[in-house]
């Protein structure tokens, strides 16, 4: 039976976490707890739906993008068969197994949901999805919805009952579904089961990728079961090389537990966001596809994987940093993309998916960034701070990756002194902005100092005359006077937060009086409470409609800044505040809005490593 991707889907049922909430068709982002097998992942909301799943990776197509538009997105709902229930989400402790459990009328049932990851010796990873209900107390009814939405719900795709669960085949992916239970056909498409359980009883429902001429395959509870604790024991395994044992352990762990998550393991990078389009200001457009590694996540990537002792994640990053060193004169924007696929791939188109409404709304969808051609002078200090890291605590640089380097450093000290579009992509013109010379320098004195360690060929002068001037320009132009405070821009008194980063790269010392000063400027304009805006967009207009909220990742830098400037007790506070706004699980969306909502793409990888990072000094400066 074929079904158009635009079909009608079942009506969505929500719970806020709390109580049943059948008139929303959203729920919050912050609702959502987030499984991966380390190729990709999935979203499941506090109500039992998977609204979100792109497969085979993390910039696939999406299966499941409900959270997208609740009518056409595509959905896996497995929620309570009646009336009156609440639910509530946990991850198993040091895994990334989610448990949502619902307490109804008549008992208590939960949902385990995972995906197992890939096994040594596996010829092709089949990315499983296994969702396993279960009764705790009682006797209860639930009903599961599996509907596919192909290609962000623009294929069609045709539906068939096997022996063994449902088979969906769209022209470019086949899933199968396993399950002992019985089901049919709905809505010329879907599949739908009802299924009653009583105490100690187990239903489960397992998605898998299949290839021509595949069918489901039956599994045992032993199976499951096996699954199960081998997907218990590879999270425990990894989280124990976590040499972190400070006052936030359980937090900074379950950040980490995120990252690994945002992983693709064939390659090493790490994604941004697994979502796309989540918007910044609900009704806005401030709506970008994440699904990309950012050279700028880099450096506070392998910071965070180096500090906590994930070497051989660190490992794996750097070898694909270095694979991005290819030097080219083709484009405008500089040798290096700001962005690249989570395989390598420089050419992410952008396109808007008009068919999809977005969340509660909030449209354009997007997938691809044309943000990858912008010009981000900035991205040369990243990359070469994260490769000072590396180099240092974790793989050494080679000669082929030093070599290539350096013909990108030469390029970017004849190019540093240029205007450009800055670390918030902006879409207004370039500029000269302060923090494109910060990093500009940073990677010229990060340079300097693996050369002079590792005896590499550098031609040293001219490296250090290089880091000089921009040293001093940055003093003379990026210093405003009258403002007392480093600016966003030369020729500006508008501050940005971007700056905080100032004394954690070691620009300037952290109790610096034009610092202090600074840091002074920033709290009294940009901070709302614990809450960082990253600049003053009235003051400074980026081209782009809508309102800013703040950005996580910014608090985080805040916190640190003033644990550097010896103001503890300040910083402490501000990050215990930075704490009660992570949803029930301990994960963080990209920005807050004003009534304490996540908002934007979620989970935000860089979110995670702010607060990681925040975390690990805050504790070395309290003893």
Not at 25 to 40: C, K, Q, S
Not at 174 to 189: F, K, Q
Not at 269 to 284: D, K, Q
Not at 408 to 430: C, F, K, V, Y
Request: proline residues 5%.
């Amino acid at each position: 039976m074929a079904l158009d991707g635009r079909a009608d889907q079942a009506e969505r049922v929500v719970s806020a976490g709390v109580r049943r909430a059948p008139q929303a068709r959203y729920l919050p982002i912050a609702e959502h707890g987030l499984i991966g097998d380390v190729h990709t992942v999935a979203l499941v909301g506090t109500d039992g739906t998977i609204d979100w799943y792109c497969c085979p990776h993390f910039d696939s197509p999406s299966v499941f993008a409900a959270l997208l538009d609740a009518d056409h997105g595509g959905m896996f709902r497995i929620s309570p068969d009646c009336e009156g229930w609440s639910s509530k989400q946990l991850y198993l402790p040091d895994t990334t197994i989610l448990i949502t459990r619902f307490l109804m009328p008549d008992g208590v049932g939960e949902v385990q949901d995972f995906m197992p990851p890939p096994r040594t010796g596996e010829a092709a990873h089949r990315h499983r999805m296994i969702r396993r209900v279960l009764a705790v107390r009682g006797q209860m009814r639930f009903v599961v919805d599996v509907a596919p939405r192909f290609d962000y719900a623009r294929a069609r795709h045709e539906v068939e009952l096997t022996p063994h669960g449902a088979l969906f085949r769209s022209p470019e992916l086949a899933l199968s579904l396993s399950t002992r239970s019985p089901i049919e056909i709905v809505d010329g498409g879907d599949v739908r089961a009802r299924i009653t359980v009583r105490a100690g009883e187990t239903a489960t429902f397992v998605l898998d990728r299949v290839g021509t001429g595949e069918i489901p395959v039956p599994y045992s509870e032993a199976d499951i079961a096996a699954e199960f604790d081998a997907t218990v024991a590879f999270w425990r395994l990894w989280l124990r090389h976590s040499r972190y044992s400070g006052r936030w352990r359980e937090t900074v762990h379950r950040s980490a537990l995120t990252l690994k998550l945002l992983t693709y393991a064939p390659t090493g990078a790490i994604v941004a966001a697994p979502t796309t389009s989540l918007p910044e200001a609900v009704g806005g457009a401030r709506n970008w596809d994440y699904r990309y590694t950012w050279l700028r996540d880099s450096a506070f990537s392998l910071y965070a994987l180096l500090r906590l002792g994930f070497t051989e994640e660190a490992a794996a990053f750097m070898q694909w940093l270095e694979g991005r060193f290819r030097y080219t004169t083709d484009r405008d924007s500089g040798p290096l993309q700001i962005m690249y696929g989570i395989d390598g791939r420089e050419d992410l188109p952008e396109e808007e998916l008009p068919h999809l409404e977005g969340y509660m709304g909030s449209g354009p969808v997007r997938i691809g960034n044309r943000a990858a051609t912008q010009l981000q002078l900035d991205i040369y200090g990243e990359l070469m701070d994260s490769l000072y890291l590396c180099n240092k605590y974790g793989r050494p640089l080679y000669h082929d990756g030093w070599m290539q380097l350096t013909r990108n450093l030469e390029w970017l000290m004849s190019h540093w002194d240029q205007p450009d579009e800055g670390i918030w992509g902006m879409r207004a013109g370039r500029r000269d902005y302060t923090f494109s010379r910060l990093m500009s320098w940073v990677a010229i004195e990060r340079a300097i100092r693996v050369a002079r360690q590792r005896g590499l060929p550098a031609d040293l002068p001219r490296w250090m005359a290089v880091r000089d001037s921009i040293y001093d320009q940055i003093m003379e132009r990026g210093w405003n006077p009258s403002r007392q405070a480093f600016v966003q821009h030369y020729g500006t008194d508008v501050l940005d937060a971007s700056l905080l980063l100032m004394p954690l790269c070691k620009f300037v010392a952290p109790t610096d009086p034009r610092w202090i000063s600074t840091l002074d400027a920033i709290t009294a304009e940009l901070v709302s409470d614990s809450l960082v805006y990253r600049y003053n967009v009235s003051a400074s207009p980026d081209g782009l409609s809508g309102e800013e909220a703040t950005f996580s990742m910014c608090s985080f830098w805040w916190v640190e800044a003033l644990a550097r400037a010896g103001r503890l007790d300040e910083a402490r506070l501000a990050f215990e505040k930075m704490l009660t706004y992570a949803n029930h699980v301990g994960l963080y969306s990209e920005e807050i809005g004003p009534t304490g909502e996540q908002l934007g793409n979620f989970p935000q990888a860089f979110t995670h490593l702010a607060l990681i990072s925040a975390a690990y000094n805050l504790d070395r400066q309290l003893g």
